[in-house]
């Protein structure tokens, strides 16, 4: 589902991974680092969390603790003391697959041929109705839903029964892309390595830092390495970034080093569009720039696209605060907040009508009467799906005096279903398939109304690329992905990027 509250597409898991270099004299406490991490990956899932560590020294076994709920809930520091180990992965989740239940929080732990094996993962596996199948015919049983355990499955059979395993993981990971195209990020834990890998078509970002001893000094040693899903937690590990995992690339992560390897090279690349507009947080670096800044531009440029006469640019707290600054920088218009946010109602507070999620809205915000009364107010947002807070925050500025309310949205209208992990309710749902712009205005209460193009988005979206690319591991993304600029729009055109196999 989508967090209906908040009118937003969900994105659905967070993943990480620690390795502590094994000639450092600072001691690196790998499970707290993990479940830092974890809490900065929090806005990628909440129902549930997981961290497996192991001592490649020792070699007695995985430790695994996971549970429902928040890091911060299922873990504390008796647990992560029991986490013992120099590597380790971890997970937070949001389920598209599976119910939110203890059954299938990962990172998922199995016995193969090969010995213990742990995985976590981001995404949804787009061909997974005939890998489930072709799995079950092969005698292998599955005891979830989860595409997890697919894939660790997957990881343990040979393409076809003529054919042998790959002699290594990095060559079984080669293996599953060839098997699946998309849609996965994953962290895989065996022995003394941690294996990163994306998917060839690169959908759901993933990226690699390096752990600094003394943090912030001149020459800091390397203590260790991490992977994420997203940067925004190196600072709070002390790690600095090194770049983004590349699409159909396997990193092997030991305590000695880092080793890429291109498992495949589809020639295409397609990372999703939203991870830029909504998903990520504004200080995470994709393909070499901040969230931030494409944010940014993005308010800029729909401020080119839809110019209108107005005394505020505002936002609706705080995911497009970014973008509003943008449009109010380049229309002129001054910037300032007309509304106030209650942060003590969460993400996932789910509403069941929606008489008690409009009544929602309005426990969530309270309007700054002073800075909207007589106002013509631009309120900028980053998306709009199912249209049902939109219309109340219009509602309540109009009852706290506003002249005027223009709505700017800083992406195209979603129209189109994701199988590629994210949530998007059915298209007869999606407010942009039930009503024209006109419609739209007129439903929403606004004065006018305009969305950001496709067009101007993707424009923002490779403008700034390779800004802070550091240490030579360029985070290039090829120019024949799905959309020409090698990202995925499917939600917003109807273009997938991969076939999709049911
Ligand atoms: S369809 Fe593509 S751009 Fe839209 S949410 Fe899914 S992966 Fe992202």
Same mark, same amino acid.
């Given at each position: ?187 895989? +834990? ?111 440029? +729909? ?153 101007? +988005? ?45």
């Amino acid at each position: 589902m989508t967090s209906q509250m908040e009118d937003k597409l969900q994105d659905e898991c967070g993943v990480f991974g620690c390795v502590a270099a094994s000639n450092c004299t600072t001691p690196v406490d790998v499970a707290n680092i993990i479940s830092i991490g974890l809490i900065g990956l929090q806005h990628r899932g909440q129902e549930s969390a997981g961290i497996v560590t192991n001592n490649a020294s020792i070699d007695d076994g995985m430790r695994v603790h996971k549970g429902m709920g928040l890091v911060s809930a299922v873990f504390n520091p008796i647990i992560l003391k029991q986490l013992d180990g120099n590597l380790g992965i971890g997970h937070t989740r949001y389920s598209t697959q599976g119910k939110s239940e203890i059954i299938n929080c990962q990172p998922f732990v199995v016995d193969t041929k090969y010995g213990k094996i742990a995985v976590a993962h981001n995404g949804e596996l787009v061909n997974k109705s005939k890998l489930r199948r072709d799995v079950l015919d092969r005698g292998v049983g599955l005891s979830t839903c989860s595409d997890s355990e697919l894939i660790t499955q997957l990881l343990c059979l040979p393409l076809d029964s003529e054919k042998s395993l790959e002699p290594d993981w990095t060559g079984r990971l080669r293996h599953l892309m060839l098997r699946t195209p998309a849609s996965y990020s994953l962290v895989l +834990l065996h022995g003394g390595a941690i294996y990163a890998a994306r998917d060839p078509f690169g959908n759901r970002p993933l990226c690699i830092g390096r752990l600094e001893g003394d943090v912030g000094g001149k020459s800091p040693d390397t203590v260790g390495w991490i992977v994420s899903s997203e940067s925004c937690v190196f600072q709070s590990t002390g790690a600095a970034y090194i770049g983004d995992v590349q699409p159909g690339q396997v990193v092997k992560v030991t305590n000695t080093g880092v080793t890429y390897t291109t498992a495949v090279n589809s020639g295409q690349s397609a990372f999703c569009i939203f991870e830029y507009v909504y998903f990520a947080r504004p200080d995470s670096i994709f393909e070499g720039q901040t969230v931030y800044d494409v944010r940014r531009r993005c308010g800029a440029q +729909l401020a080119r696209e839809f110019p209108v006469d107005a005394d505020v640019i505002s936002t609706v707290p705080e995911s497009a605060t970014p973008a509003a600054f943008g449009f109010s920088r380049e229309s002129g218009i001054p910037y300032d907040e007309v509304l106030a946010k209650n942060r003590y109602i969460g993400r996932t507070f789910i509403q069941p009508s929606t008489r008690m999620r409009k009544l929602a809205v309005e426990k969530k915000f309270g309007v700054l009467v002073e800075n909207v009364r007589g106002k013509r107010i631009v309120v900028v947002d980053d998306s709009i799906v199912r249209g049902n807070t939109m219309g109340s925050i219009i509602r309540m500025l109009r009852s706290g005096g506003a002249a005027e309310v223009h709505v700017r949205i800083a992406s195209p209208p979603v129209k189109n279903p994701c199988y590629m992990g994210i949530n998007i309710p059915t298209p007869k749902e999606l407010l942009a398939n039930k009503l024209n712009l006109e419609e739209t205005t007129k439903f929403l209460g606004a004065d006018s109304l305009g969305y950001l193009s496709v067009k101007g +988005l993707l424009s923002c979206v490779t403008s700034g690329r390779g800004k802070l690319v550091e240490n030579g591991h360029s985070p290039e993304t090829k120019s024949n992905g799905s959309c020409g600029t090698g990202h995925c729009v499917a939600c917003l055109t109807g273009e997938y990027p991969v076939q999709l196999e049911w």
